[in-house]
């Protein structure tokens, strides 16, 4: 069935630096890719989506790319803030339901 | 426009009870999942309504039931509890089931069984 595979974390950067988080996935269709994030304390908010093939999805300085070629739509931020510390969660869905990645925790230290 | 409310947002039950969680939706949307998220299991997703019917169902033993009413306002509920149930529930909703599935989800139940 569909998967999403993301790199394992806790990732800790400093603030101001480049930002990757990395997502594949597996689909037999053509599936819609997220990539969600997650404060304390609170739900999953939607952070960018990309609906097709090559396109580029982006929001708050984070953008990813959805690449049919590598199955992959890595999640990307030039400059990171304390502010972004969160989990970040990469998902597909094609048609009937969303599968999620297991979770990356981004810490930005000051 | 209110987002996605969940009710309450915390629950601590005793294992054998039952427990009824209330998720209502953004307005106008139809679509209502729920998901279960746990440290150790990730997401996973439980079972999604679309105007009052079950239209989808994830690998969660029969313990674990839901509704929609008419409002699209959803309940799921989950009986004889067993200390592996505490986690954090998620209810998310959406416009339709066509693409983009764009889910907007609520806070979250935390469900504590002792």
């Known amino acids: 069935g569909d998967s999403v595979t993301q790199m394992e974390g806790p990732v800790t950067l400093s603030e101001e630096a480049f930002l990757t988080i990395n997502c594949t996935y597996t689909a037999t269709g053509y599936p819609s890719l997220f990539w969600y994030v997650q404060y304390p304390g609170e739900g999953l908010q939607l952070l960018l989506k990309?609906?097709?093939?090559?396109d580029k999805g982006s929001n708050k300085g984070f953008e990813a790319t959805y690449r049919k070629e590598t199955t992959s739509f890595h999640l990307e931020k030039g400059s990171v803030q304390v502010s972004d510390s969160a989990v970040y969660f990469c998902a597909l869905s094609d048609r009937n339901d969303m599968r999620f990645g297991a979770g990356t925790r981004l810490t930005v230290k000051p | 426009k209110a987002g996605v409310t969940q009710t309450p947002r915390y629950l601590i039950k005793t294992r054998g009870q039952q427990v009824t969680l209330s998720c209502s939706p953004i307005?106008?949307?139809?679509?209502v999942s729920w998901y279960q998220q746990t440290p150790g299991q990730g997401l996973q997703f439980l079972f999604e309504y679309f105007s009052e019917t079950q239209r989808n169902k994830g690998n969660f033993p029969g313990r674990f039931s839901g509704r929609q009413f008419s409002n699209s306002r959803s309940e799921m509920n989950v009986s004889t509890l067993e200390l592996g149930d505490s986690a954090l529930y998620l209810c998310a909703s959406s416009l339709a089931r066509d693409k983009p599935y764009e889910q907007y989800f609520g806070p979250g139940t935390r469900l504590t069984v002792t």
């Open positions: 990309a609906t097709k093939a090559d």
């Open positions: 307005s106008g949307h139809r679509s």
